[in-house]
């Protein structure tokens, strides 16, 4: 059977897999994200997020445990006035840009990045792998309800924005202030299930063959 790794430790993205019957296993990275960006310099929020989901992908690609297997790596970047907005991390920052976002609305980017670690035929005449090492970005906008300053001082005491791109989440606590999205809302989450399925293309695996039934 096909293996697939998830190279994040979001247990948002191992749910979405897991609820739309996808077996996989989680092998985390330890890509230093402020390091990459550093290396490459200002990019765009969809580049950015492309850029951090290859990183992920290939560091966990490079390890002997995925030796054999199909390695999807994925990263979210919210973008909002122009800006891009990773994780918070602090109560402060999480409080002003919600502020912000409060009745108006952003970009959500998650960039995938699949690379296929099975043997190829060069390798060994029937081997499987075809050396792929593919990516796309999925984007949804986001529309915000109006927030009270109660609002938000109880959902960051939650501490569920703290470690969300954008300092929210569609799939928790923060579905209660987003209006509508357009867009796939499985981007959102972090993981567009359609958009892994079109890069398993690329590697000649059809997304039904790691269902779960």
């Not at 939650?158 to 969300?164: D, F, K, N, V």
């Not at 695996?205 to 039934?213: C, F, K, N, Q």
Request: glycine residues 10%; negative net charge; charged residues 25%.
């Amino acid at each position: 059977m096909t293996r697939l790794i998830l190279a994040s430790k979001s247990p948002a993205r191992t749910k979405l897999l897991r609820e739309a019957g996808i077996s996989h296993e989680v092998l985390v990275s330890d890509v230093d994200e402020d390091a990459v960006q550093a290396h490459y310099g200002v990019t765009s929020p969809h580049d950015t997020a492309l850029l951090l989901a290859r990183a992920k992908a290939e560091a966990v690609a490079s390890l002997e445990e995925a030796e054999g297997a199909l390695v999807i790596g994925c990263d979210s970047v919210f973008e909002f006035d122009g800006e891009a907005h990773g994780k918070p991390y602090t109560a402060n920052v999480a409080r002003e840009r919600m502020l912000r976002m409060s009745g108006s609305s952003g970009v959500l980017h998650t960039g995938h990045w699949l690379v296929d670690c099975r043997t190829t035929a060069i390798d060994e005449e029937d081997a499987e792998g075809t050396g792929a090492t593919v990516g796309a970005v999925s984007s949804a906008e986001v529309h915000f309800m109006e927030m009270s300053a109660e609002d938000i001082e109880a959902y960051i005491a939650t501490g569920e924005p703290l470690h969300c791109a954008g300092s929210f989440t569609i799939d928790g606590l923060g579905g209660a202030f987003i209006r509508k999205v357009d867009g796939d809302p499985h981007a959102v989450v972090g993981l567009s299930i359609s958009t892994l399925r079109d890069l398993l293309g690329h590697a000649n695996v059809s997304i039904t063959e790691l269902w779960t039934l």
